[in-house]
């Protein structure tokens, strides 16, 4: 068998495309104007259901602001809002697991199993009540037993009502209510309330719904009517109102005052049977409220009140400004004379406030809510006396600070933007112990901060608050009123207001331990400055910023690192040296951390590619020899990132190409960037990166005219897969093409690499060839393709002219180093020899019948190309297309050119008198 000489210019020329012509028109896509002849105007067609996602929709892009409400917005804070403010509420105060129960609570005492300990063993602020503490005794149960013992209430009421046993429903509820005079366990107060008003909302539905049957149906089950969502009075039968009227009598009649407010506020919807203004009945309620004497107590009444008041669709707000007032009234009386009192006292009322907050925030929201749906911002701010109102501002009324705050959240930032120093006033005016008032100074940053059109009088508002927050000597109140108006200092590049910044946190973090909450404004402080500026070398050059850095400590530490590393790796090459060392002390300090690299897989995922993105980046320019330095210190820096060990050799690959190109470079500086590449690459524990590695290191070396070094690198890589084991193997089986692709690549390199003369030509293909035959995760298919690729080496080393050759001229190609060695020629033929018996084995073994049959006419193609047509490859090509045959349909287009194919090759080499080797 002789190999087929091939002339690789003129195939060149006769297979290369035709010369390219460039096209004549715009591009399809661009928007122009259609001819006379084309009347397709897709924009005025008056049909909707056609959108260009490549046009720009400005005609139809409506201006809807900010303070337009959508017309099927609830203008009420909905079910699933409640639902949520209750969960929040039950979560922040959970209490203790016991709780101390008095004899109001008759109900819980007789049937929930109860307990004494002694009240030495019972914290007095736990009891909050002095009386108690001083007895000899005190009954607690527990939570769980609490709650289970209310359960049996709702079941008992609802079992009760189903029995048509409307008193004893009503009892149990009255019993319920009760409850809540008990306010001797303050912090179990909030979920008692939530427990309560469940039981009352049950009660409440039921009575409705019995009532609003009354109206639609007689006893006996005839339809009358059907109320509709917004019934009248008008619309009611006499029966349903007096089945009303008696609810409301009966409920009337309950002597305690607490349980009645609450029982008829659980039914308060149902005056809309009786009356065509129910709301009215709200100022009602609002008086009977002023008769508790509890402060929690009546404050968690007015709660309730807000909340069923929504169900009557109220269109007056008074009853909510009475509310607000009260609650007012209450919040000075216990807050009042705070100089007189005693530090235990003061901590007391502190935590008292901080129970009545839920309310005061639930109300303040709702009256918000009105006011926002009807703009009347001004009239709440008159009747609450917060000042003279937004148009007349020239002066306040002193103010409760947490008032203020829940005010302050729920405004628009819009308006707070239009009125900032009218805010600001009330915010100065409000200094007590309801609210620390370092909290309203960072709400309205944070409310400015929301708009980025102009701020009024913003050098005005900053000026007054950083006189207020420079006396303060906390970092954590420090740092949390600064963050919330950093935006506004670096929308407006207020440098001077930055430089206070700056300097004031430098100052209180000196010899100080930072904590938790600190941290967390300091890492929004930093993160906000990196987003702000262009380049991480103009943060990097901010006064105090590498000292606010070294202060902090722990993830946010790490994020703030994360942040700068991210900030420099976004504009391109680094070139300064000492951005790199800053950088690089960055990388090192987020690798050496603890944690990482072991738990939070995202985290560390992105904090490896964030170093490997910066080490990737880094320009010395012409200093190749200190870029190759700082490759070796990444490598023995970051050892556990696998994904650099990739970006470093890839790194030393390009340094070596561009120190090949610059003639001042010597060789030995090539050498030394291969070097590298030797020791790193097998330290990488994926094989596929590997391989990949390695045969880009083969081309470097090759470019360079380093040959030894592309030898070893060679033999490196044929290692590299035969080391591959079994679990390996299986992995890659489903990524076959990448595997063959490797061995094409390596096939295509040994056309250029001399051969040796000491272990002969065919010493790689044959180890190649060893290696595919020897592993059995290697599948059939695989194993057929890599020896044809053999096959096609083998062929193009047999001619006396090689496709290409190596860059460097020193390179001597086997076309020239073996050109008329008989030996040469006789080893490339004993090889083929032996490949071309395993090809048609390597078919036979395919299972799958299509798959054997594509086989084997992909090898006969192979075959033709490689060998001239003698008889014995005939016979070859015979056989490989007689499988093809057995296995595919005879219309096969494949199949039947290259039937075509064969015949034609054969007939032009041995003669016309040749017969068809196959005819079909």
Known sequence: MEFRVRDYEEEEAIYSLWPRISTIGDHPLITRNLSSSIKVDVADSGKNDFYDPLRMPTAHIQDNTADDLPCDEDPYLSAKEWASFKRSLMQKFSGSKLVTISSISDAILRRGKVYEISSAATHAEELDNPRKASEDGVKVITCQEYVSRLREFQDEIKHAWKADDRVTSLKSSIKVARLLLDTSVSEFYPTLFILVTDVMDILGDMVWDRIKRKAEYVDDGTLICSLQENFGTSDVCSDA????????????????????????????RCWRFLHEHPWKILHRVVMMIRGLADPLASYYCRLYMVYCAQKLLSPDTGYLVACITDMTIILRRIISEEETMSKRLVEHNVSLISLLEPPLEWIIKSICM?????????????????????????????????????????????????????????????????????????????????????????????????????????????????????????????????????????????????????????????????????????????????????????????????????????????????????????????????????VKADHNEQQAHLISRFVQLVDYGAAMERHLTFLVECRGAFGRISELKEVLVRSSNKLAMKAIKDANNPVDFVKSCIAFNEVTIPSISATAKRMNLYLETVEVSLFSGLVCHADGLVYSAIDCLQSVDQSEGLLLQNDSNGVLSWIQKLCSLLVIIPGNPEQGVAYC????????????????????????????????????????????AEVVGNDRLFYGDPSYHQELASLSSSVLTKVIDGVLQEPNRVIRGNLALEACNYVLSAYKATSEISTICSKLMEIAKSCLNANDKYMRNTVKYLDKHMSNTLGDATKPVVST
């Open 241 to 268: 109102k007096e089945t009303c009227y008696n609810w409301f009598c009966k409920i009337g009649s309950i002597r305690e005052l607490l349980p009645r407010i609450y029982l008829e506020l659980s039914i308060l």
């Open 765 to 808: 293909p044959g180890t190649i060839l060893a290696l595919v035959e020897s592993h059995s995760w290697i599948t059939p298919q695989l194993r057929l393709r890599v020896f044809c690729t053999i096959l096609s080496l083998l062929a193009t080393l047999s001619q006396n002219k090689l496709p290409y050759h190596a860059y460097d």
């Open 370 to 598: 009105e006011a926002y749906k009807k703009r009347q911002y001004e009239d709440i701010f008159v009747k609450l006396q917060l000042g003279r109102g937004l148009s007349n501002s020239s002066g306040t009324s002193e103010c409760i600070s947490i008032i203020i705050h829940h005010f302050l959240k729920e405004l628009p930032a819009e308006l707070v933007c239009s009125h900032a120093s009218f805010i600001l006033q009330l915010i100065e005016s409000a200094n007590d112990i309801s609210l620390n008032q370092y909290l309203n100074y960072r709400l309205l940053g944070l409310k400015l901060s929301e708009q980025k059109s102009r701020v009024d009088n913003v050098d005005s508002v900053l000026g007054t608050v950083f006189q207020v927050i420079t006396q303060y000597s906390r970092l954590d109140e420090y740092v949390k009123v600064v963050d919330a108006f950093l935006d506004i200092v670096l929308q407006y590049n207020m440098d001077n207001y930055l430089t206070i910044i700056l300097d004031g946190i430098s100052i209180r973090t000196r010899s100080k331990e930072i904590t938790g909450n600190e941290l967390s404004s300091l890492q929004s402080i930093i993160v906000k400055l990196l987003a702000h500026f262009n380049l991480v070398e103009d943060v990097l050059a901010l006064n105090h910023f590498l000292e606010i850095i070294h202060v902090m400590h722990g993830s946010s530490r790490d994020v703030v690192n994360m942040h700068i590393l991210d900030k420099g790796t976004r504009n391109g090459y680094i070139c300064d040296p000492t951005t790199v060392q800053m950088l690089f002390d960055i990388s090192q300090t987020l690798h050496d951390c603890p944690d990482t690299f072991s």
